[in-house]
């Protein structure tokens, strides 16, 4: 082999070695990405409903709207509209979040649906007047975008 | 000129390697910065998180009554109690340069300062929003508040 062959393979390993370094930091810097914890949302999706469930509105509690609206069909604006305020809170973060009692008109949903990516959801059954039916409270938080 | 050629052809080669490297180094430091901005982010809102957690685990804010331990529930008299005592020295360990107020929202508005060390320089302050109850023993209901936590560094 003459010396100008030796020097384009000695140019062509080098190149080689140059892509290895740069897919071995890309891959390297692709595993450290660090993924926004959900941990968070999880704990405001929780600590909201629960705080919901327990408050006590002037004339009575507001579970026992939902139950009123889910088992009478009656008083569901008015839980919409409690449930409203007291969901703001989610506004001062900017979060996108979908609140529902399922099996009642009562939907609230701010730039978020079953399309968007959810990050965290938080649900509590309630138990209707009679005792042996339940309502289901959904609060799920999408993704901000 | 052959000679010639051979030599420029060396040092073009030489220039466009430094040129990745420069270039390599630059997208690196970039990614890297940005990495370590969104870890500081991480890690303060961890940190506050974490410091509001102890709030609403203190004695002096926390309801007393029965089969509410699971509940984020702040009592309002010690709530309003606690900002009356005058050394709150011994409370800047733990809560450190920050105020904490209580919103409540429903049934009626109400404001509650419990807690105020706010500097007077500062370079930063966050605010940290958590849904929670506030129990009235005087009435035995329990309202819709916001604890809102600002922190100063």
């Not at chain 2, 409370?91 to 508005?109: A, D, F, H, R």
């Not at chain 2, 930063?124 to 100063?152: C, G, H, Q």
Request: aromatic content about 10%; glycine content about 4%; overall charge negative.
């Amino acid at each position: 082999m003459n010396k100008h062959g030796q020097t384009e393979i000695i140019g062509l390993a080098f190149v080689i070695m140059l892509a290895v370094i740069g897919l071995l930091f890309y891959v390297s810097l692709s595993n450290n990405e660090i993924r926004t914890p959900d941990i968070r949302e999880e704990q405001l999706a929780g600590s909201m409903i629960t705080a919901m469930i327990n408050t006590d509105l002037q004339d009575g509690k507001y579970i026992d709207l939902i139950r009123d609206c889910a088992a009478r069909s009656r008083n569901c604006d008015m839980t919409r509209d409690y449930s409203e305020q007291m969901l703001s809170i989610l506004d001062l973060y900017g979060q996108p979040y979908w609140y529902r009692v399922e099996g009642t008109t009562v939907e609230i949903q701010k730039e978020c649906d079953a399309s968007k990516e959810t990050v965290a959801v938080a649900t509590q059954q309630i138990t209707l007047f009679g005792g042996s039916e339940y309502a289901t409270i959904i609060l799920s938080l999408c993704r901000k975008l | 000129m052959k000679a010639q050629f051979r030599s420029m052809e060396t040092i073009v080669i030489i220039i466009v390697i430094t040129i990745l490297f420069i270039m390599g180094y630059a997208i690196y430091s970039n990614i890297n910065t940005a990495q370590l901005e969104r870890k500081n982010v991480l890690f303060e809102e961890s940190r506050q998180a974490r410091l509001n957690n102890v709030i609403l685990s203190l004695d002096e804010f926390k309801c007393s009554i029965l089969d509410i331990e699971d509940i984020s529930c702040i009592d309002k008299f010690k709530a309003e109690a606690f900002f009356e005592i005058q050394n709150q020295t011994i409370y800047e360990e733990i809560l450190g340069n920050s105020v904490i107020q209580v919103q409540i929202t429903i049934p009626i508005q109400e404001n509650i300062t419990v807690y105020n060390n706010s500097p007077t320089n500062f370079t930063r302050e966050n605010s940290l929003f958590t849904p929670v109850n506030v129990y009235d023993p005087a009435t035995d209901k329990m309202s819709f508040a916001i604890l809102k936590t600002t922190f100063y560094e």
